[in-house]
């Protein structure tokens, strides 16, 4: 197995979208921070390390709807 670790500095210029299962979309100010609390970095930083074999983000922990929307609207 291997690990691709992607070190991401983004000037808080991200667009964040996302829809959950009953179709209903959520979307950050046109442009925003990466959101703390869901296991992606925060601020100004996006840090994944993802299994190279199945494709998966590592270590990352599930999170609710009312957590990722939060999220959204924090960053």
Same mark, same amino acid.
């Given at each position: 197995?291997g +690990?691709?670790?992607?070190?991401? @500095?983004s000037?808080?210029? =991200?667009t964040i979208? %996302?829809k959950d299962? =009953?179709? @209903? &979309?959520?979307k950050? @100010?046109?442009y925003? %921070?990466v959101p %703390?609390?869901i296991?992606?970095?925060g601020? !100004?930083? &996006?840090?994944? !390390?993802?299994?190279?074999?199945?494709g998966?983000?590592?270590?990352?922990?599930? &999170?609710?709807d009312?957590? +990722?929307?939060?999220? +959204?609207?924090?960053?």
């Amino acid at each position: 197995m291997g +690990i691709l670790t992607i070190s991401s @500095k983004s000037s808080d210029l =991200n667009t964040i979208e %996302y829809k959950d299962k =009953n179709g @209903k &979309v959520t979307k950050s @100010k046109d442009y925003a %921070y990466v959101p %703390y609390n869901i296991g992606i970095g925060g601020g !100004d930083y &996006v840090e994944l !390390d993802i299994d190279t074999e199945t494709g998966q983000i590592l270590n990352w922990k599930p &999170v609710s709807d009312a957590q +990722i929307i939060k999220a +959204i609207k924090e960053a």
